[in-house]
């Protein structure tokens, strides 16, 4: 990087206050109050581990990843199954979710894909992300089902349901009312008359009394010291990846950068391997995979071998001190460590000094 944007040299609670999409200013002043910048990406197998992991791991990092397709016992109900209880986990943890579902496809696709469906991914993760090969159109169509979501879940639907025998002027007082009554037919056949279920909707603010946002005792935990994240979504670029042979060139990466400015009050940032922040008023976030520290005891500093199968490796120094990243995405480092918890405060601090040592 030729020059230094100053997002790399702010703090940041300073660029929380200079955030356009709250969710990104949210993020970054949960950032500063937990001193972490890690994202752990949850390749798990299961749903038990999954929540496992989410709920351990929960308090070193400020950003929980998944990938809901490949969790087997994945829960789909919406009050009380996997994503509801990620939630709870985010909310008594403090940490965001963010589903990595790279969603590319034409406008409406996407937008059932992300709002609609089984896992309806809009309700329970607070950030997703895209690959913009099918157009920047796609952006804005996300975008706009996004505000569309964020319009109705002020309010939630009251049923009522009501059964009941109509009641009809033709009956005289002294008739016994059966299940069947006399039509008054000319053939002197006998009607059965049907009871009638009546449903009614009315729209309740979410805030009303009559609900309750916990799906099990105890979801009501909040993580101390900050407010429950906004009810915004957000949307990550996949910009560029850390695996061998990418295809995505400049000119990709480029068209990413312009979609991202263009719908600055839906996008966050990026997922990429370097700071895209070239303009004057550019503050967006960056993630950034393919982190891994080698044992304690060697040197931490250049790459690390890939895993053979086309993912490369880079440090947290270098992620973020000499790429300018902001967050770094950890998965099978900690993972597959004998002390994932243990392992997961390593990264923590690695990644926060190397944060501390970029603003010098």
């Known amino acids: 990087m030729s020059t230094r944007h100053p997002t790399l040299t702010a703090p940041y609670a300073e660029r929380a206050d200079h955030a356009v999409h709250p969710l990104t200013s949210y993020l970054f002043r949960l950032m500063d109050l937990k001193e972490s910048n890690l994202c752990l990406s949850a390749d798990v197998q299961t749903a038990r581990e999954l929540l496992f992991m989410a709920d351990k791991l929960g308090p070193s ?3 929980l990843k998944t990938h809901y397709d490949l969790i087997a016992g994945w829960d789909y109900n919406p009050q009380t199954g996997t994503g509801a209880k990620l939630a709870a986990l985010a909310r008594k943890h403090g940490f965001l979710i963010f589903e990595d579902r790279k969603f590319v496809d034409i406008g409406k696709t996407v937008q059932m894909q992300y709002t609609a469906g089984t896992a309806r991914i809009i309700d329970w993760a607070h950030i997703t992300n895209a690959n913009i090969h099918a157009g920047k159109d796609m952006v804005r169509a996300m975008a706009e089902a996004a505000a569309r979501w964020k319009e109705r879940i002020h309010y939630e639907v009251k049923t009522s349901v009501s ?4 009641v009809s002027e033709r009956f005289d007082d002294g008739e016994e009312h059966g299940d069947e009554h006399s039509s008054g037919d000319g053939d002197g056949r006998k009607g059965s008359i049907v009871s009638i279920t009546t449903v009614t909707q009315s729209f ?11 799906t099990t005792e105890g979801d009501e935990v ?10 915004d979504r957000g949307l990550l670029l996949l910009a ?5 042979g990418c295809l995505m060139d400049k000119e990709y990466t480029q068209a990413c950068v312009e979609a991202a400015r263009e719908n600055r009050s839906f996008v966050m940032g990026y997922v990429a ?4 922040n070239t303009a004057p008023n ?3 976030i960056h993630m950034t995979p393919g982190c891994k520290l080698p044992p304690p005891d060697e040197e931490e500093n250049g790459e690390i071998e890939g895993d053979g199968l086309g993912q490369q490796y880079n440090t947290p120094a270098k992620l973020i001190g000499v790429c300018g990243t902001d967050i770094v995405i950890v998965g099978r480092g900690i993972i597959n460590n004998g002390d994932p918890p243990s392992e997961a405060e390593r990264y923590r601090k690695k990644a926060w000094k190397a944060y501390l040592a970029r603003l010098e």
């Open 61 to 63: 990092i400020v950003v």
């Open 163 to 166: 059964v009941g025998t109509p």
């Open 204 to 214: 309740e603010p979410v805030d009303s009394p009559r609900l309750s946002k916990s």
């Open 222 to 231: 909040l993580f101390a010291g900050i407010e429950e994240p906004p009810a």
């Open 240 to 244: 560029q990846m850390s695996s061998k």
């Open 273 to 276: 391997q370097e700071s895209l």
């Open 282 to 284: 550019d503050n967006f």
